[in-house]
């Protein structure tokens, strides 16, 4: 069966633009989450998603970062006025939502804001 | 507050030395630990979790909730260890999991 599939796997953009990174889970998986790969940050938490809501949004760095989840299926991450310090690898993950149980993590969104 | 801390950012050991990458973390209830392992151009996946007491490919962690520590320990490392590995914790009450800085282990020849 299919993997958690995420798109694009590179994204270049310009300093000041918009981007989407999407997120498809395994079917079936209710958790959804999203973080950040960044050299000497390590994996740093951004949201999660039980479902269609985010009962943890906390770790999303600024308001120019937001997330949606809709049909409790694919997830989209929207960084508005992308920075430079945005740059880093974007990694979704999903579970089934249940106690002591593995993440399984997409390839993750190469971010490179020139 | 939730936080996990791996204080080595690089291990370099031995093919055939013992090997521990140490994790603590800080969470006033009950966690679920577990430990991911990143290779070489390979996806972050699960290596073992506290609740399994489990050995995988050599590798064992006991969590001491009086240190509050999950260290991950192995006898003879070997090269094919060489990788990232990211000690996670989950807390009670949800399913969010956040993730140490990680550690990069070189197991040299």
């Known amino acids: 069966g299919a993997g958690v599939s995420q798109s694009p796997s590179n994204k270049v953009t310009e300093k000041g633009k918009d981007v989407e990174l999407r997120c498809d889970p395994i079917?079936?998986?209710?958790?959804l989450y999203w973080y950040r790969q960044s050299l000497g940050q390590g994996l740093e938490f951004l949201i999660y998603?039980?479902?269609?809501?985010?009962?943890?949004k906390s770790g999303l760095p600024s308001d120019r970062f937001s997330a949606e989840r809709t049909g409790g299926s694919v997830s989209t991450l929207t960084i508005q006025r992308t920075q430079q310090e945005d740059s880093a690898v974007y990694l979704c993950?999903?579970?089934?939502?249940?106690?002591?149980?593995?993440?399984?993590f997409g390839s993750g969104t190469q971010l490179s804001v020139l | 507050a939730q936080r996990v801390t791996q204080p080595e950012k690089l291990l370099s050991v031995f093919k055939g030395a013992p090997v521990e990458l140490k994790c603590n973390y800080s969470?006033?209830?009950?966690?679920?630990l577990f430990w991911y392992v990143q290779y070489s151009r390979q996806r972050l996946q699960l290596l073992l979790r506290?609740?399994s007491r489990e050995s995988i490919k050599g590798f064992t962690a006991d969590l001491n909730k009086g240190e509050t520590s999950f260290h991950l320990k192995k006898p003879f490392a070997q090269e094919e260890d060489s990788a990232m590995y990211y000690c996670?914790?989950?807390?009670?009450?949800?399913?969010?999991?956040?993730f140490g800085a990680g550690t990069r282990l070189f197991v040299k020849a």
């Open positions: 993950a999903s579970s089934q939502g249940r106690e002591n149980e593995k993440l399984f």
């Open positions: 079917s079936g998986h209710t958790a």
């Open positions: 998603f039980q479902g269609n809501s985010a009962p943890d």
């Open positions: 969470y006033s209830g009950s966690p679920e």
């Open positions: 506290h609740i």
């Open positions: 996670a914790l989950r807390g009670t009450g949800g399913f969010k999991t956040i």
